[in-house]
């Protein structure tokens, strides 16, 4: 492995880092795809199409809120969710539309914050899993030297693979 030559590689340390580096290994790819989605998310694009900002535009300048309403049920975007429910809203009720709007907004903002606490829970474990893989890799090496006798080499490269858990959390 790499240890031997004084590196180790991504494969050793998956290999070397046990149960305990796999678990921190699936942790790590859950954490990446929470992140990916919430980059997305927070894509202005996203958030407020072009498209559909210039087709409500091209709408609202006609007068034509119907048309307007009807394009915003076609899109899943965060302005089109607002968009929808405040025309839904100014309909039903006449001179109001912000209150519907500030809802989907704040349960917008609950997701994005659920997502988030999520990434700090992993975060989190993954550094304790970290800890407790070296300090199981560390009591294991000791144990062995006390045994078979220690020899410095073997405990340094026992203490080292120890670590690895610790680089992995």
């Given at each position: 492995?790499?240890?031997?030559?004084?590196?180790?590689?991504?494969?050793?340390?998956?290999?070397?880092?046990?149960?305990?580096?796999?678990?921190?290994?699936?942790?790590?790819?859950?954490?990446?795809?929470?992140?990916?989605?919430?980059w997305?998310?927070l894509?202005v694009?996203?958030?407020?199409?072009?498209?559909?900002?210039?087709?409500?535009?091209?709408?609202?300048?006609r007068?034509?809120?119907p048309?307007?309403?009807?394009?915003?049920?076609e899109?899943?975007?965060?302005?089109?969710?607002?968009?929808?429910?405040?025309?839904?809203?100014?309909?039903?009720?006449?001179g109001?539309?912000?209150?519907?709007?500030?809802v989907?907004?704040?349960?917008?903002?609950?997701?994005?914050?659920?997502?988030?606490?999520w990434?700090?829970?992993?975060a989190?474990v993954?550094?304790?899993?970290g800890?407790?893989?070296?300090?199981?890799?560390?009591?294991?090496?000791?144990?062995?030297?006390?045994?078979?006798g220690?020899?410095?080499?073997?405990?340094?490269w026992?203490?080292?693979?120890?670590?690895v858990?610790?680089?992995?959390?």
């Amino acid at each position: 492995g790499g240890f031997a030559k004084g590196w180790i590689t991504a494969l050793d340390g998956v290999q070397q880092g046990g149960a305990v580096g796999s678990v921190i290994l699936l942790v790590s790819v859950a954490a990446l795809a929470i992140s990916i989605r919430c980059w997305f998310g927070l894509q202005v694009a996203f958030l407020v199409p072009s498209d559909l900002l210039e087709d409500l535009e091209d709408l609202a300048g006609r007068g034509d809120v119907p048309a307007a309403l009807a394009r915003c049920e076609e899109d899943l975007s965060l302005f089109g969710r607002m968009m929808r429910e405040g025309l839904a809203e100014m309909g039903r009720r006449r001179g109001v539309g912000t209150s519907a709007a500030d809802v989907v907004l704040d349960e917008e903002c609950l997701r994005a914050r659920s997502r988030f606490s999520w990434l700090a829970a992993i975060a989190a474990v993954a550094t304790q899993l970290g800890l407790y893989g070296t300090v199981v890799g560390i009591i294991v090496t000791l144990n062995q030297g006390c045994c078979d006798g220690p020899k410095s080499a073997e405990i340094a490269w026992g203490i080292g693979m120890a670590l690895v858990t610790t680089a992995e959390g």
